[in-house]
Antibody, heavy 121, light 106 residues
């Protein structure tokens, strides 16, 4: 069964860092584009970052550019999101999602349950 | 950044048809997809490439995209279709989501 499982969320102070992980199973994640999407409490979906399949093309929302880094470890079949300089408005449930193909603009057909990031002093 | 606008909410009676719009600059020149998110659950892809349904999505879900507007239509709406719906499209290397529409089945 194709699945992704996020982990690494938690409570962090403003200015702090966290690294989210997304473990893939049932497929080889490096051959698909992968995406992080977040949802603040009671709010809508917000695209955060994507990485292309096979290649290493990366894309970021303006709101996180320069602070967040998306990467993957093919040997562990795992996607990461390194988050630095966290702000209160980064508080959200962070979803990992697999695209249907190698292109970042391909739609996401497999989503995890999310990992909660809370930024507060 | 690219902006996609949806109506905040729509209501529909069981068995009736409801349409949700998604507006963005020259949206018809891009591929649009739609996600359904039920309360407390992760999003589910219901339409991709404007009008294609993934395996397992009922035929009552359909989509179109032209000009500046993409539309998701649910025909013969069922109580289980009550959810939030989000459109998404890519523009200039960013993947924008719509503002979301809450569909209430009365």
């Amino acid at each position: 069964e194709v699945q992704v499982l996020e982990s690494g969320g938690g409570l962090v102070q403003p200015g702090g860092s966290l690294r989210l992980s997304c473990a893939a199973s049932g497929f080889t994640s490096s051959t698909y584009a992968m995406t992080w999407v977040r949802q603040a409490p009671g709010r809508g979906l917000e695209w955060v970052s994507s990485i292309s399949g096979y290649g290493e093309d990366t894309y970021y929302a303006d709101s996180v550019k320069g602070r967040f880094t998306i990467s993957r470890d093919s040997s562990k079949n795992t996607l990461f999101l390194q988050m630095n300089g966290l702000r209160v408005d980064d508080t959200a449930l962070y979803y990992c999602a697999r695209s249907t193909g190698i292109g970042v603009s391909d739609p996401s057909d497999c989503w995890g349950q999310g990992t909660l990031v809370t930024v507060s002093s | 950044s690219y902006e996609l606008t949806q109506p905040p909410s729509v209501s529909v009676s069981p068995g009736q048809t409801v349409s949700i719009t998604c507006s963005g600059d020259k949206l018809g020149d891009k591929f649009a997809c739609w996600y359904q998110q039920k309360a407390g659950q992760s999003p589910v892809l219901v339409i991709y490439q404007d009008n294609k349904r993934p395996s397992g999505i009922p035929e009552r879900f359909s989509g179109s995209n032209s000009g500046n507007t993409a539309t998701l239509t649910i025909s013969g709406t069922q109580a289980m279709d009550e959810a939030d719906y989000y459109c998404q499209a890519w523009d200039s290397g960013t993947g924008a989501f719509g503002t979301g529409t809450k569909v209430t089945v009365l």
